[in-house]
């Protein structure tokens, strides 16, 4: 009788699983996610093909060193043009690359302007055309996103006394 | 007393839920490395990035951003935990599970991406043999073209998990 009773019990239960619904068993679950995106703008100096190798290249902060120069002989780094104005002045010239990008803003072009850091009374620097000072200097008021090169020139007067130049060029991209 | 215990275990078999739905669940979890979820232990998680930009600025902790020609994207992992019902005899007989994601609305614009898996509408698999149990990481990016407009993005991520 109990041996009976157990095979009906094994049967039922049998029947049980077996008789589960096919449906796959699952669960779901979700993540929101959320972020606020504002425009941006990328100013960024990079070596230029014929230009001196800029230390720190490809960033924002980037450095040029002529290292020691002379007027008559020496010689010059790579890509640095010096040039000789009679008996006045002599000067050190190379270009370097503008990089301006901009992201999440719809512009067209951008304002580069530049200016020393530091006030120097003796020696001059330029870029392309434009003779820099410690006020901000228009390069263009319509830069074209990408690369853009421009030539950089330290003339420095025969009357200065040989020593340590050194200053920085603050740069900044508006986008229009 | 040998045939109330043949008869309760029948019961046992016999008063599992029709529907085994129940008996698995899936929770999102604060990965060690990355972004603070939300909601983290629950399956109902929020990720915000807050706000970001392709230049400069900054990003929560455990964010990693990256600028491409054309695009920047903003990445963190997080962590899936399938569990299933450790009474249930027929879920014993599963050894894995599948996960699928897919987006909540269509997104024209951005790149989303789970575990390397762009993200649409439709239901995308994530793995499927999943170990139940097991807290997987799994790397989540949201990619960002330059040329979208600055705005607010928002998006569900729908996860199923499905024994195998």
């Given at each position: ?8 019990v094994v049967l039922v239960a ?163 | ?52 930009q392709a230049f400069g600025g ?38 894995s599970y599948t996960l699928t ?64």
């Amino acid at each position: 009788m109990i041996k009976k009773l157990f095979s009906i019990v094994v049967l039922v239960a049998c029947i049980a699983l077996v008789g589960v619904p096919a449906s796959a068993t699952s669960a779901t679950g979700t993540v929101a996610v959320t972020a606020t995106t504002v425009a941006s703008v990328s100013l960024t100096f990079v070596t230029d093909g014929a230009g001196i190798t800029l230390g720190g290249t490809g960033t924002s902060a980037a450095t040029i060193a002529f290292g020691s120069v002379q007027a008559y002989g020496g010689s010059v780094p790579a890509n640095v043009t010096k040039t000789v104005n009679g008996i006045i002045n002599w000067s050190l010239s190379t270009p370097f690359d503008v990089v301006v990008e901009v992201a999440n803003q719809t512009s067209s072009n951008y304002t580069l302007t530049a200016a020393l850091q530091t006030a120097d009374a003796t020696n001059t620097w330029a870029l392309g055309a434009t003779n820099l000072s410690t006020t901000a200097a228009t390069l263009t008021a319509t830069g074209a996103y990408g690369s853009t090169a421009y030539t950089f020139k330290l003339t420095i007067p025969f009357s200065a006394a040989a020593g340590a130049i050194s200053n920085t060029l603050n740069f900044t991209a508006t986008a229009n | 007393m040998r045939r109330s215990w043949l008869v309760l275990i029948a019961l046992l078999f016999w008063s599992r839920p029709a529907s085994a739905q129940v008996t698995l669940t899936i929770a999102f979890v604060s990965d060690p490395s990355g972004i603070t979820l939300s909601g983290s232990g629950t399956s109902s998680a929020s990720l915000s990035f807050g706000t970001v930009q392709a230049f400069g600025g900054t990003v929560p902790s455990g964010v990693t951003k990256s600028v491409a020609g054309n695009s920047w994207t903003l990445s963190t992992p997080f962590d899936v935990l399938v569990q299933k019902g450790a009474l249930d005899v027929i879920d014993l007989l599963s050894t894995s599970y599948t996960l699928t994601a897919r987006l909540q609305a269509a997104d024209i614009q951005d790149t989303w991406k789970f575990n390397s898996v762009v993200l649409s509408t439709t239901a995308a698999t994530i793995t499927a043999t999943g170990i139940y149990g097991s807290t997987t990481s799994y790397g989540f990016s949201l990619t960002v073209p330059f040329s979208a407009s600055a705005a607010a993005i928002s998006n569900t991520i729908n996860f199923t998990a499905v024994a195998n």
